[in-house]
């Protein structure tokens, strides 16, 4: 894969790396967005069919992207914390259940689980990495392994850590729960869309994304899966057009208990959205023809030269058999002072983010070998 920076309106004076804070907007996304707005301008254009057809295919994109057998298991959600709420509300819960965590993770999927706990009187378990930086990755991965016991009622937690982009062995998680029937909601903005996620192989019970990071979206929008063992739960709103027989705009006070299929639920009232949905799926669309797996074999081969340099230079970087290649962290060793180097990145209009005691650095395929050149001279 080659370099897209002519897809995206970023300055040339700017080298960014921060697409894990927030990611820059492709030109076609910018586009439909700008068509969209004045699209309201004449509402007598926007039709009754208009508030459900771009809702169906954007979650029939999403599916395809998260290789999820069927598309009416997602649902479009307004950010991350109200998709994980979805899950963690009808996840069965009972007193003296455990619910499982990681170290240090976003909180839009750690408050409402600590919400559950209070409520079923059940403990949350918080699984911390190792001291040692030696094997930290793999360490860490075994003890969330070790931690599921037959209490285990959830886990949740992402597909790589959001301070440091280290990578958590999903496949393994899932096998271990299934023997002790827990079940797992995963966070998956910091990964879905750079690195590959299939459902198929993962069967997650829950995997939810913020769309606008490494899903390219605008800000207010995003994605959630939920399996069928969500296919009856209570939603935590109750919008008009996620029941049955919607689309008969003149029966909608012939009020109707039953719901759309599957995780149409769980969608956020008013998620035709005629801004943002269209932008979302243009988003998803170029995502799905680059590939995931390609963004990280891209992001590989532009950072690998600094990422060998900064650890010469004592940098601690995860083992790369544990980390994401989009995003990782670098900790620095006590000779390098922080101070200067956040001197130094400001002078050179540098843009990563510092998350715990790692500096993130998130890459994507607008940036080239050379922005990790300018990133590397900063150090030396
Ligand atoms: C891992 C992770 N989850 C979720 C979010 C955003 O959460 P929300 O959509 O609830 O604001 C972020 C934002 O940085 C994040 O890094």
Redesign the pocket.
């Known amino acids: 894969m080659q370099h897209q920076k002519h897809l995206f309106d970023l300055s040339e004076e700017i080298t960014y790396l921060n697409g ?2 927030m990611a820059p907007q492709l030109k076609s996304v910018t586009e439909i967005g700008v068509q969209s707005v004045k699209r309201k301008a004449h509402p007598n254009e926007i039709l009754p069919e208009d508030f459900f057809n771009e809702k169906e295919t954007l979650k029939q994109r999403f599916a395809t992207l998260i290789d999820a057998k069927d598309y009416k298991n997602t649902a479009i959600i ?7 709420a979805n899950a963690a509300n009808n996840v069965p819960i009972k007193k003296g259940d455990e619910i499982i965590l990681v170290d240090e ?5 750690v408050y409402i689980w600590q919400e559950v706990a209070k409520k079923n009187d059940a403990t949350i378990k918080i699984i911390k990495p190792p001291i040692e930086l030696e094997n930290r990755g793999k360490c860490w991965n075994e003890n969330i392994l070790e931690a599921i016991t037959k209490n285990t009622a959830v886990i949740a937690m ?1 597909q790589v850590h ?1 301070a440091d982009g280290t990578l958590f062995d999903l496949q393994a998680i899932r096998e271990k729960t299934k023997t002790v029937n827990a079940m797992v909601v995963i ?1 998956g ?2 990964s879905v869309g750079a690195l590959p996620f299939s459902i198929k192989e993962i069967e997650p019970d829950a995997l ?1 994304c ?1 769309g ?2 490494w899903l390219l979206g605008p800000y207010a929008i ?1 994605m959630a899966y939920y399996s069928d063992a969500f296919n009856n739960g209570t939603p935590i709103e109750h919008n008009w057009m996620n029941r049955y027989n919607s689309e008969d705009f003149s029966g909608l006070t012939k009020y109707e208990d039953q719901y759309q299929e599957k995780a149409a639920r769980y969608s956020v009232g008013e998620s035709s959205n005629f801004v943002l949905t269209p932008m979302m799926i243009k988003a998803v669309e170029q995502l799905i023809e680059w590939q995931p797996k390609n963004i990280q074999e891209y992001g590989k081969s532009i950072s690998k030269d600094a990422v060998q340099k900064l650890r010469e230079l004592g940098c601690f970087i995860e083992d790369d058999a544990y980390r994401a290649y989009h995003l990782f962290g670098i900790y620095l060793p006590n000779h390098i002072n922080v101070e200067e180097i956040k001197a130094k990145l400001k002078e050179a209009q540098i843009f990563v983010s510092f998350r715990g005691n790692a500096m993130r650095v998130s890459c994507n395929v607008y940036n080239t070998e050379e922005d990790f050149e300018k990133l590397l001279n900063c150090f030396i």
């Open positions: 894990a804070y307004p950010s991350v914390s109200y998709g994980i993770q976003f909180p839009s999927n992402p959001w966070d903005t910091q939810v913020g606008y990071k995003g």
